[in-house]
């Protein structure tokens, strides 16, 4: 049999057996997409919900007006509950071999022209992106199968149509990174289905990394120092309350020097919901230590 019949004979079983299952998310030119995983289950990218309901389109032409279950904006991740019609959800393929190399089906409902499917291989394992919050996504699969607009929440299919992965960020050139169909993913959809939605700790600032903040300082004539130089705070936030302000370099946080927001992400990540993280920061040349209290506060998004 040759490669390209031996092509042919998997986009048509990847179309049998996933094609259903694959959903346009929302309206307009702003749509993404999303993909069946349980019965009445649709899961896409955080970034294309906004609001309690989006719109939910089927590869019939049905529409129907899902409600948005929960949402884990830093992994860039959104349960919807809609009614599917009892159609097959797609099969997760938790346990399908995924190598660099392995080939790969993209299925993508496009709005009056029916399903879109292409073919690529996987072109890189444990590949580490950020999310639209900033937060770092780690484990992504990068493959070469073209997305075009409106792709972002599709799945990455073997060719066996059983899921591999969930397209969320395009790297240009031809490649895409997509969160791996693991266990730990089918258990994040499960509480998110059940409305437990991540929080996080944050400080409400807005930071620039230290080489940013290097060049800002030695422009104004202040000694160099690595960390994070603060753009500004948001009224009310736990950093507003503890006193820092714009203009401010974080230095160290619980006596650990900072040189990348991850770091800071990590710190606070470890603290319990009503604990306090002890900060070092420079203002002009004055050495200054706060803590910052988070009691009662808690929220998705940056630092």
């Given amino acids: 049999m040759s490669v390209i019949?031996?092509?042919?004979?998997?986009?048509?079983?990847?179309?049998?057996?996933?094609?259903?299952?694959?959903?346009?998310?929302?309206?307009?030119?702003?749509?993404?997409?999303?993909?069946?995983?349980?019965?009445?289950?649709?899961?896409?990218?955080?970034?294309?919900?906004?609001?309690?309901?989006?719109?939910?389109?089927?590869?019939?032409?049905?529409?129907?007006?899902?409600?948005?279950?929960?949402?884990?904006?830093?992994?860039?991740?959104?349960?919807?509950?809609?009614?599917?019609?009892?159609?097959?959800?797609?099969?997760?393929?938790?346990?399908?071999?995924?190598?660099?190399?392995?080939?790969?089906?993209?299925?993508?409902?496009?709005?009056?022209?029916?399903?879109?499917?292409?073919?690529?291989?996987?072109?890189?394992?444990?590949?580490?992106?950020?999310?639209p919050t900033g937060r770092l996504i780690g484990d992504g699969l990068e493959h070469t199968a073209l997305l075009g607009r409106g792709s972002s929440g599709s799945p990455v299919v073997d060719s066996e149509g059983r899921l591999l992965a969930i397209n969320t960020h395009r790297l240009g050139d031809g490649f895409y990174l997509a969160v791996p169909a693991t266990d730990a993913l089918r258990a994040r959809v499960d509480a998110l289905g059940r409305g437990e939605e991540p929080t996080h700790l944050r400080l409400g600032v807005a930071l620039a990394p230290t080489q940013a903040a290097r060049r800002l300082r030695a422009a104004v004539g202040l000694p160099e120092r690595d960390g994070l130089l603060v753009q500004g705070v948001e009224e009310g936030s736990p950093a507003a309350r503890a006193g820092i302000r714009r203009g401010d370099l974080v230095v160290a946080a619980e006596g650990r020097p900072l040189t990348t927001v991850d770091q800071l992400f990590a710190l606070l990540d470890d603290l319990d919901p009503d604990g306090a993280l002890n900060v070092e920061l420079v203002r002009g040349t004055d050495e200054i230590s706060l803590r910052v209290n988070f009691a009662g506060i808690t929220d998705e998004g940056s630092a």
């Avoid at 009445?40 to 939910?56: D, F, L, M, S, Y």
């Avoid at 389109?57 to 009614?83: E, K, Q």
Wanted: aromatic share 4%; no cysteine; proline share 4%.
């Fill in 5 to 131: 019949q031996d092509l042919q004979d998997a986009a048509a079983r990847v179309v049998d057996r996933a094609g259903a299952a694959v959903v346009r998310v929302g309206r307009g030119p702003g749509r993404g997409a999303g993909v069946v995983v349980a019965d009445g289950v649709v899961v896409t990218n955080a970034h294309n919900v906004r609001g309690p309901e989006v719109a939910i389109t089927f590869a019939s032409g049905r529409t129907v007006a899902g409600s948005v279950a929960g949402v884990d904006a830093d992994g860039d991740l959104a349960v919807v509950t809609a009614d599917t019609g009892g159609g097959a959800p797609i099969a997760w393929g938790v346990d399908a071999p995924v190598g660099v190399g392995t080939p790969v089906w993209t299925v993508v409902n496009v709005a009056g022209s029916g399903l879109r499917v292409t073919v690529g291989t996987v072109s890189g394992l444990g590949r580490a992106f950020r999310s």
